[in-house]
């Protein structure tokens, strides 16, 4: 059973940044690919970023690229979000999420395993 506990979110003025961890336990870190995911109040579970299982690919949403990097430590079996230029619009509780198959999914149904989420809120 694989466990994710995410932290580092809070509260941020609009302009600045925040950098979420996500720590696993529980199973082989290195052979899942990473996501994280974000939900707003009364708004759908939506894609953020994913990386691969060594951490050689990365793919982004477009309300995020350019301002968030998504990035893993294999030896510590976390993976991180780094987000800048932060937007009130990315207020939400961030989520990250393991596939267990390694693929690159956009689709948070298609995630084995979740965190319970860290709260992000970005003010104006």
């Known amino acids: 059973q694989v466990q994710l506990v995410e932290s580092g979110g809070g509260l941020v003025q609009a302009g600045g940044s925040l950098r979420l961890s996500c720590a696993a336990s529980?199973?082989?870190?290195?052979?899942?690919?990473m996501a994280w995911f974000r939900q707003a109040p009364g708004k759908e579970r939506e894609f953020v970023a994913v990386i691969s299982r060594n951490g050689g690919g990365t793919s982004y949403a477009d309300s995020v690229k350019g301002r968030f990097t998504i990035s893993r430590d294999n030896a510590k079996n976390t993976v991180y979000l780094q987000m800048n230029a932060l937007k009130p619009e990315d207020t939400a509780v961030y989520y990250c999420?393991?596939?267990?198959?390694?693929?690159?999914?956009?689709?948070?149904?298609?995630?084995?395993?979740w965190g319970q989420g860290t709260q992000v809120t970005v003010s104006s």
């Open positions: 999420a393991a596939s267990l198959t390694g693929s690159y999914f956009r689709t948070w149904t298609l995630y084995d395993y």
């Open positions: 529980g199973g082989t870190f290195s052979t899942y690919s």
